[in-house]
């Protein structure tokens, strides 16, 4: 059912909502960034194993759940991408960051389709097991902090996680996390298949999310010293609106592809924006850990988002569904 979909795609977000703020406080106060990175790295190896191989329900639940704990690396490797450039360019270095992913993620959703057609829906997930094994490799000779700062200290932490500049973007983070995993990773290929999409189809409706986040990853990182980062999260959103009305009535799978890559562009505008501000006027002793509270909050919307949509989208149809998350 769609119910158990949302629930199987929620898993993603359920825990890293369980361990980004701890890995964050974590790595500030013992260090030893490369060692938290190599984990993760393993256990998205392991996670996408299980997933390829699995049988039934279950290890769906399993495998999600390992990779949605794995991405809890994403808080390193924002903070020590970030010590790569000055605290005044915290958004352009997310942005910078960002656009590599993204760039990557096209490369997978593009051959995805065709994995599927090679070797069944599994090869996709033990290509991308050795994937997480060839960064393993890659990250060990990076240059990255190894000293601690020691046990934190509760009440400063607490009140830089309650100023405006930190925790402003973390709540705005949760509505964009919330219809990205609703609609983007959750629904949307859902609604494509009812509309006759394939396994190829189907890939190249990733990618094009993904060329359109390559886009707005683009724009924000050659215009953020020029346009305010509010005024580049208020087009995210008005874009988001937008897209997700005009794909709630669609009726041909070629009009999908084009709502589909305003909220791509819509995302690229916001993410990399609202990362970047969290930290961008926070000391270089706790910026894992703010970085952590933002991950962790807006991990929120990875889960909920898949979860009450699954829920909705069964007692009402996909379509309403997606006109719900206007509101």
């Avoid at 999260?233 to 009535?249: K, R």
């Avoid at 149809?317 to 997606?322: A, C, K, Q, S, Y």
């Amino acid at each position: 059912s769609l119910t158990v979909v949302g629930g199987v795609l929620a898993m993603y977000g359920l825990w890293q909502i369980v361990i980004r703020l701890p890995l964050g406080i974590l790595i500030d106060a013992v260090g030893k960034q490369r060692l938290f990175l190599v984990g993760g790295f393993l256990v998205s190896a392991l996670g996408a194993i299980i997933l390829g191989s699995g049988n039934g329900i279950a290890p769906l639940y399993i495998g999600r759940a390992l990779t949605g704990l794995a991405q809890g690396i994403w808080v390193p490797l924002v903070v020590a991408f970030s010590s790569f450039f000055p605290p005044d360019q915290s958004v352009r270095a997310s942005a910078t960051l960002t656009l590599v992913m993204a760039s990557a993620q096209i490369s997978a959703s593009a051959l995805n389709g065709y994995l599927n057609e090679w070797g069944g829906y599994g090869l996709a997930f033990f290509v991308a097991a050795a994937a997480a094994v060839l960064a393993v490799v890659a990250v060990l000779p990076v240059p990255v902090n190894s000293q601690g700062g020691g046990a934190p200290k509760l009440r400063p932490l607490l009140k830089i996680f309650l100023h405006r500049s930190v925790l402003l973007p973390s709540i705005l983070a949760v509505i964009n996390q919330y219809v990205l995993f609703s609609i983007c990773f959750g629904f949307m290929p859902i609604l494509a298949k009812q509309l006759g999409a394939g396994n190829v189809a189907l890939g190249y409706l990733a990618t094009a999310y993904l060329l359109s986040f390559l886009i707005g990853n683009l724009t924000t990182t050659s215009t953020s010293s020029r346009i305010s980062s509010e005024s580049l999260v208020i087009v995210s959103y008005l874009l988001f609106a937008t897209a997700i009305t005009t794909a709630a009535i669609a009726k041909s799978l070629p009009l999908l592809f084009v709502f589909q890559g305003c909220l791509g562009i819509a995302h690229g505008l916001g993410y990399p924006v609202l990362l970047g501000m969290t930290i961008r006027d926070v000391p270089a002793g706790q910026r894992t850990a703010v970085m952590g509270l933002h991950q962790s909050v807006y991990a929120a919307g990875i889960f909920i988002g898949p979860w009450a949509s699954g829920a909705l989208a069964d007692a009402f149809g996909i379509r309403p569904m997606f006109l719900s998350l206007i509101h």
